[in-house]
């Protein structure tokens, strides 16, 4: 089963999905209560639980008949020795697909969410990291964000040194927002280099773009029509590098720790670390980003359903966001176990990528 596209629900009360095929009333009943209290405690629900739980009366023997049928049917699995059960993956995604209700947003935590998205005097990217944290705070989880490349036009470069093989380049746009990268230089660069280089490329960006600037930059050089010296060359390229070329953007991660504080088995950290690792790859954002293009709504990936989890025990949250054009520029969401509360997180995601949207309009 693969993931799925949730579109918004309009505010109000939230609205029961059909029933799964397969599933009677009572099975259905059963199978949803078991879910909803393990995505709650994270812990094997047991017949007698339900028992209590469930509105309707039956007995702890008529409960574990219909979650032996549930186990047949790769819905369910016995952990350890357990008497009690556990969603599989397959149940969870069921579970997400038919079963679930979504709580309403209310207009106190709309409000909450648009006013930290929207403070002023922040950079794009301290705003995409910000939401990225709130995400974090609201669901348990690490909150994400791939970042749109910027393609501001560009006001005013300057390398700055820093030390031995290093330098600043502070890039200023023409709608004010400034961004610093370090970049490495030829050891033993003079200063003079440096200034040479801002020089050069202030005289050529003339409202330009990076990526415009870099391909009349390659021409000049390609045709041999500057006195620029080698290393200066060297300056500018590795300069323009740092922004230009590929698909550009970056991925912003808050949150880890309580990613792995919500992890229902400690063994599980090395495989956290190792998807750490794997987010931080240039191949991984434009992963996230393609998943989240597929639909128009918020995606969901449970466990290896979006091809950056190896192993079980995790999903993913995410919703793309769209520029004044409609364009999709980007993705924000989060990834956490998957006992995370789908109901309330997902309107959550789906509620700030719209914000992030209007922001970026």
């Known amino acids: 089963m693969g993931p799925i596209t949730r579109p918004p629900r309009p505010t109000g009360s939230p609205a029961m999905s059909p029933l799964p095929p397969g599933l009677d009333d009572r099975s259905a009943a059963i199978f949803r209560e078991l879910v909803e209290t393990y995505v709650a405690t994270g812990e094997p629900v047991g017949s007698r639980t339900l028992s209590r739980r469930l509105p309707q009366a039956l007995s702890p023997a008529t409960i574990r008949n219909v979650m032996a049928d549930l ?12 008497a009690g059960r556990l969603p599989t993956e397959r149940g969870l995604r069921l579970f997400v697909d038919g079963l679930l209700q979504f709580g309403a947003l209310g207009e106190e935590e709309r409000d909450a969410i648009t006013a930290r998205c929207a403070a002023g005097g922040r950079s794009l990217q301290e705003t995409l990291g910000e939401a990225s944290q709130m995400l974090s ?25 820093l030390g031995t093989g290093r330098a ?9 927002q400034v961004e610093n990268r370090v970049i490495e230089v030829p050891l033993g660069l003079p200063p ?22 870099r391909g009349t930059v390659a021409q000049e050089i390609a045709a041999n029509r500057t006195a620029l010296d080698a290393l200066t060359h060297q300056v500018i ?34 495989d956290i670390q190792a998807l750490f690792e794997r987010l931080e790859a240039q191949e991984t954002m434009l992963r996230l980003l393609d998943l989240a293009q597929r ?14 989890f190896d192993s079980a025990g995790l999903s993913m949250v995410v919703s ?8 999709i520029v980007g993705a924000i969401g989060v990834i956490g176990p998957t006992r995370i509360n789908y109901g309330r997180i997902i309107p959550v995601v789906d509620y700030t990528a719209r914000v992030i949207g209007r922001l970026l309009g």
């Open 71 to 82: 186990e047949d049917a790769g819905l369910l699995f016995a952990p350890h020795t357990s």
């Open 320 to 327: 793309p966001f769209r520029n004044g054009a409609e364009q």
């Open 237 to 270: 390229e590795a300069g323009l590098g740092t922004w230009s070329g590929g698909a550009g953007g970056s991925l912003i991660l808050r949150g880890q720790a309580k990613l792995l504080q919500n992890l229902d088995h400690a063994q599980r950290v090395q």
């Open 192 to 213: 003079s280099a440096l200034q040479q280089a801002s020089n050069y490329l202030n005289a050529r960006l003339s409202g330009r773009t990076l990526e415009e600037t």
């Open 137 to 161: 705070g609201l669901a348990g989880a690490a909150g994400l964000v791939v970042a749109p490349k910027r393609e501001a036009p560009v006001r005013h470069i300057e390398f700055v040194a």
């Open 168 to 176: 600043l380049v502070v890039l200023v746009t023409a709608d004010g």
């Open 295 to 308: 639909g128009e709504g918020v995606q969901i990936f449970i466990g290896a359903e979006s091809g950056l």
